[in-house]
């Protein structure tokens, strides 16, 4: 059964980096089939897609965030990483990790996120 | 950006009724619709994706209907585990975006 698991500092100060690592397990990370995201929920809050990356190393990601996000893989410890620089109160949020699944037809794509990893808070605070 | 907006914000209920939450995009797409539920203190759970196909082991009483623009959520007879709030997603277009969730409460 795929898993993933999150980890990194809870706290960040304000103008620093957030950076955070989603562990894969049960399943290889580097399926052709698969992309790997990142949302995060502010407290209280809805959803947010952050962005995604395929193990062949091609991103995208959301415009809102784009000029302060970077997602990396390795393929060697079947993980991928998040980093966020430059970040004020409104990165708080519990960031998660998943799996992104879906299929083409000749219009366009449907894709899905499943499963999810737990989730970890990160503050931003001095 | 597709905005997803949620109707009701909260709703209140009782265990065996039949509730429906409906999902409302800014632009018309096809089935790119997907479904979750999230607890207290839990990653959200996918139930239903592409607006109509259930996913393995949610279920039967969880239903996705829709296109378009106008996609709903259905729960048949609802059981206890699944007070819950309820989120829709598009991935018609980038960015994916979510609704702001469906809070469904015991009445």
């Known amino acids: 059964q795929l898993q993933l698991q999150e980890s990194g500092p809870g706290l960040v100060k304000p103008s620093e980096t957030l950076s955070l690592t989603c562990t894969v397990s049960g399943g290889s990370i580097s399926s052709s089939s698969y992309y790997w995201g990142w949302i995060r929920q502010p407290p209280g809050k809805g959803l947010e897609w952050i962005g995604n990356?395929?193990?062949?190393?091609?991103?995208y990601f959301n415009p809102s965030l784009k000029s302060r996000v970077s997602i990396s893989v390795d393929t060697s410890k079947n993980e991928f990483s998040l980093k966020v620089t430059s970040v004020t109160a409104a990165d708080t949020a519990v960031y998660y990790c998943a799996r992104r699944l879906g299929y083409c037809s000749s219009a366009s794509c449907v894709n899905w996120f499943d499963p999810w990893g737990q989730g970890t808070l990160v503050t931003v605070s001095s | 950006d597709i905005q997803m907006t949620q109707s009701p914000s909260s709703l209140s209920a009782s265990v065996g009724d039949r509730v429906t939450i409906t999902c409302r995009a800014s632009?018309?797409?096809?089935?790119?619709l997907n479904w979750y539920q999230q607890k207290p203190g839990k990653a959200p759970k996918l139930l239903i994706y592409?607006?109509?196909r259930l996913q393995t082991g949610v279920p039967s009483r969880f239903s996705g209907s829709g296109a378009g623009t106008d996609f709903t959520l259905t729960i048949s007879s609802l059981q206890p585990e699944d007070f819950a709030t309820y989120y829709c997603?598009?991935?018609?277009?980038?960015?994916?975006?979510f609704g702001q969730g469906t809070y469904l409460e015991i009445k």
């Open positions: 990356i395929h193990y062949n190393g091609s991103t």
């Open positions: 632009q018309s797409f096809n089935t790119y």
């Open positions: 592409a607006a109509s």
């Open positions: 997603q598009q991935s018609y277009s980038s960015p994916y975006s």
